[in-house]
């Protein structure tokens, strides 16, 4: 598993895709968060962390599309499945290997937030209230970053599977853009109401489907600085049945 991670990591900073990945994720949340705080002159990250969430539509499929399908491209997918390597440990280390530029794109941004904490602490020697909380929330901080993290590990689970399943890397990205999109925005539909304020979707069954598939409905309880373990473990074995797919797709192919 670690040859193939070590593979993966220098792969993506050979070819153009991680440079770019680390540029548009960096230059967004940049600009996102100056947008959302700075400009609105507010300390509330929710909103930041909220809209940085649906980028991950078009940046997810940018680290997910090259992993396998790229394989299939160069005619090197037949090496892989004779190396002597697990498929587990072979989709693992491509999946770490993702997971780990997504999470240092993450980690880089927090820097985003030091502007925030340099003009409370100027504003809060300069204000006579002393009781009065001037400054952003760290555990809102803490806990939305949680989720992002979270969200992320989920959704590139999502991405792998879907570049073992196509045979270019457009194609990958194209359809991984179309089911994160799904998976983010569904829950819209659950807070569309009619006249009355009655829920749009009269079944509460069909209510509860959309509810699970949407990645987003467990994120927001993140934003209030707690650490919901239920959520948690929704994200988890959201990547765990995904990755398990994958390991599937390769067993039978390995073998078949």
């Not at 909103?47 to 078009?58: D, E, K, M, P, R």
């Not at 394989?71 to 770490?96: C, D, H, N, W």
Request: aromatic content about 14%.
């Amino acid at each position: 598993m670690l040859a193939i991670y070590r593979k993966e990591m220098r792969s993506y900073f050979i070819n153009p895709i991680g440079y770019v990945y680390l540029g548009i994720y960096l230059v967004f949340s940049a600009l996102l968060c100056c947008y959302m705080t700075l400009m609105a002159g507010t300390y509330d990250t929710t909103n930041y962390f909220f809209y940085l969430a649906l980028s991950f539509i078009v940046l997810i499929p940018l680290l997910t599309m090259r992993l396998f399908a790229e394989e299939r491209k160069l005619r090197t997918e037949q090496m892989l499945l004779t190396a002597p390597v697990s498929i587990t440990g072979m989709v693992l280390g491509k999946y770490f290997a993702a997971l780990t530029l997504f999470v240092s794109g993450a980690l880089i941004s927090t820097v985003n937030f030091i502007p925030l904490y340099v003009i409370a602490n100027a504003e809060s020697q300069a204000s006579s209230v002393t009781l009065a909380h001037i400054g952003p929330v760290t555990g809102q901080i803490i806990g939305c970053f949680i989720a992002i993290v979270l969200l992320g590990a989920a959704l590139i689970a999502v991405g792998t599977l879907i570049s073992a399943l196509t045979e270019n890397q457009l194609s990958a990205a194209v359809i991984t853009i179309g089911v994160i999109a799904a998976m983010v925005l569904l829950n819209v539909f659950n807070q569309l109401t009619d006249a009355n304020g009655q829920p749009l979707i009269g079944s509460y069954v069909i209510r509860f489907i959309i509810d699970w598939v949407s990645v987003l409905s467990r994120y927001m309880i993140f934003s209030n600085g707690l650490l919901d373990w239920a959520a948690l473990l929704y994200y988890v074995s959201i990547a765990f049945i995904f990755l398990f797919l994958t390991v599937r797709v390769y067993e039978k192919r390995r073998w078949g």
